[in-house]
């Protein structure tokens, strides 16, 4: 059975970087075609694909935040950490993992955690 | 990147009614599109992949369609725990795995 699930401050202040993580099970990141990724959706609107980590440690991201993504990964303790600097109001959202199979051709994000309301205020 | 519009994004209808909704893409995708059922409070469920493939356990009632730059999704009797949003999400480039705006089934 595959799980994911985020951790991370329910609260942080404009300017500061936030740190997201998501600790998963069911699976090994180091299978190949597995990957997994960092969606957010604010209040009342739409998702927002954010970035995605391979198998191989290769690593994509939205192009409008990617000067202020870092995704990485830590295969021995299957957790998947975000960083996002500067962060801002517009940036309140509930902020997803998910898992994606791409040894699967055109696979979607087949698991999701449940996700963590992050909420930007001074 | 590619650009995804979902229409309507907003529909009303009835119980056992056969609903249909778009997902068009600003170029082509061949068929790599998904489509996701998001009720409130909850994370989005994964229901089609590859444009027609129903994810295991969705019941038959949902189906996918559609190639290159226009899909639909169908649900063809609306049953109560329908009534959600729904979303399409490309995935023809990992660069950048964009998703619809969405289209909220509500209840007539």
């Known amino acids: 059975q595959v799980t994911l699930r985020e951790s991370g401050p329910a609260l942080v202040k404009p300017t500061q970087t936030l740190t997201l993580t998501c600790t998963f099970s069911?699976?090994?990141?180091?299978?190949?075609?597995?990957?997994v990724s960092w969606i957010r959706q604010p209040p009342g609107k739409a998702l927002e694909w954010l970035a995605l980590?391979?198998?191989?440690?290769?690593?994509d991201y939205s192009t409008s935040l990617k000067t202020r993504l870092t995704i990485s990964k830590d295969t021995s303790k299957n957790q998947v950490v975000l960083t996002m600097t500067n962060m801002d109001p517009v940036d309140t959202a509930t902020y997803y993992c998910?898992?994606?199979?791409?040894?699967?051709?055109?696979?979607?994000?087949?698991?999701w955690g449940q996700g963590t309301l992050v909420t930007v205020s001074s | 990147d590619i650009q995804l519009t979902q229409s309507p994004s907003f529909l009303s209808a009835s119980v056992g009614d056969r609903v249909t909704i778009t997902c068009r893409a600003s170029?082509?995708?061949?068929?790599?599109l998904a489509w996701y059922q998001q009720k409130p409070g909850k994370a989005p469920k994964l229901l089609i992949y590859?444009?027609?493939t129903l994810q295991s356990g969705v019941p038959s009632r949902f189906s996918g369609s559609g190639s290159g730059t226009e899909f639909t999704l169908t649900i063809s009797s609306l049953q109560p725990e329908d009534f959600a949003t729904y979303y399409c999400?490309?995935?023809?480039?990992?660069?950048?795995?964009?998703f619809g705006g969405g289209t909220k089934v509500e209840i007539k």
């Open positions: 998910a898992r994606l199979n791409r040894g699967i051709a055109a696979a979607g994000f087949d698991s």
């Open positions: 069911g699976f090994s990141l180091s299978t190949s075609g597995m990957c």
């Open positions: 590859a444009a027609s």
């Open positions: 170029q082509g995708i061949s068929s790599y």
């Open positions: 980590i391979h198998w191989d440690d290769d690593k």
């Open positions: 999400q490309q995935l023809n480039s990992y660069l950048a795995l964009t």
